[in-house]
């Protein structure tokens, strides 16, 4: 029961599957971008990956319109902006 929020009672929690913790991110690595906070993912921190969709290859669109399986395309997040996790983030939140 959730006093709080009412309107989650009974509600189940939400579970995004990821490609699991990795990191910290080595000195010298090119920043990317998360695709959750928008910020860089920067030395020191850790990330993760989230499956995204098929892309932009004209086969693979084909393939995920008729349910077929394709390759998946990947991006890179934060862990702590997919799991909450601040454990290690080094991620500044503000
Ligand atoms: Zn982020």
Redesign the pocket.
Known sequence: MNENRPEFEGAQPLRITCTGKMGPVPEGFAAAE??????L?TTGQYFTTLPVGCGDNPENRSRARMGAPFPIVFRA??F??VTGDESESM?SIV
Not at 34 to 39: D, E, K, Y
């Open positions: 998360c695709i959750v906070c928008l910020r993912i997040a934060h702590a902006c991620l």
